[in-house]
C-alpha cells in the first residue's frame, strides 16, 4: 500500500511540473487501495469539502484561498468581530485583551505564546492567503498546496486546543 501511495504522489508531481502556467492539472480521486493526500498529511476533516475537491481537480492556489477564507470565518465568529483578513486577526489574537485567548496569560510565556500566534495566523493570511486571493498569476503545485493546508489545519486545531470548536 505503501508503494502504491508513493506511485500516486510521484504521479501527482510530475504531472504538476509538465503543466504549464495556469493549465489546470486534474488529479483523480484515490481508490479504495491508497489514501488521498489529505489523509496521509493529517488535513483537518472539518475544512468545507470544496477544498478537496478543488485539491483534486488540480485547482491548488484556489484549495489554499478556500482554507484560509473557511479560518477566517471561523475567527470572525468565535470573535464576534466583524473585521477580516489581517485585521481580524491582529484584534482577535491581541495579547492585551484578545477577543480569542489561546492561553490564560499569566506568565510570560504563556503571554508570549498568545502573541506568536497573533502573528502567526495574521501571517498566514497576508503572506498565504492574500496572493492566492487577490492576485491571477499565483500557480501552485500539489505540494505546496498540501503544505498550505496543514499549515491551516495547525491553526485550525489551535482554536480546537483552547476551546473552540
Do not use: W
Not at 470544496?50 to 479560518?71: C, I, W
Not at 493570511?125 to 496543514?150: M, Q
Request: contains cysteine; aromatic residues 10%; proline residues 6%.
Amino acid at each position: 500500500m505503501a508503494n502504491r501511495l508513493k506511485g500516486f504522489e510521484a504521479t501527482v508531481r510530475a504531472l504538476s511540473k509538465l503543466a504549464l502556467p495556469g493549465t489546470v492539472v486534474k488529479i483523480e480521486p484515490a481508490s479504495v487501495e491508497t489514501q488521498h493526500p489529505f489523509d496521509t498529511r493529517n488535513i483537518h476533516p472539518k475544512l468545507p469539502p470544496k477544498v478537496r475537491k478543488l485539491f483534486d481537480d488540480g485547482h491548488f492556489a484556489e484549495a489554499t484561498s478556500h482554507a484560509f477564507k473557511f479560518l477566517d470565518k471561523k475567527v470572525e465568529k468565535y470573535s464576534g468581530l466583524s473585521d477580516s483578513g489581517f485585521s481580524l486577526m491582529m484584534e482577535a489574537f491581541n495579547s492585551k485583551n484578545p477577543k480569542i485567548q489561546l492561553t490564560p496569560l499569566k506568565t510570560q510565556s504563556e503571554q508570549d505564546e498568545q502573541e506568536g500566534y497573533r502573528f502567526v495566523f495574521a501571517g498566514g493570511i497576508k503572506a498565504i492567503r492574500n496572493p492566492r486571493a487577490h492576485e491571477f498569476s499565483v500557480v501552485d503545485g500539489p505540494d505546496t498546496c498540501l503544505d498550505h493546508l496543514s499549515f491551516v489545519s495547525l491553526l485550525l486545531r489551535r482554536l480546537e486546543q483552547a476551546g473552540f470548536a
